[in-house]
């Protein structure tokens, strides 16, 4: 299991409820939330094996934007 953190561009309750249905369908996340409070709107997904770039694909065709942050 690995833990991929994105900085996204999610600010209220109403865009985290818009990407839900985009996460949810995707096979390999076991968990996911979103830190509205940090400044980067921290998305985090605990994954089995899944490529940042889906997860990129999924809250961009949700409307919003979304960066893996590295190490």
Known sequence: MEVLIFK???RYKK???AIEHH???QP???KWNV???DADKILRIET???HPAKIESLVK???YNCEELKD
């Open 48 to 50: 089995m094996n899944l």
């Open 8 to 10: 996204t561009n999610l």
């Open 23 to 25: 996460i949810a369908k």
């Open 35 to 37: 830190d509205l409070k």
């Open 15 to 17: 865009h985290i409820n």
């Open 61 to 63: 065709k949700a409307g």
């Open 28 to 30: 390999g996340i076991i």
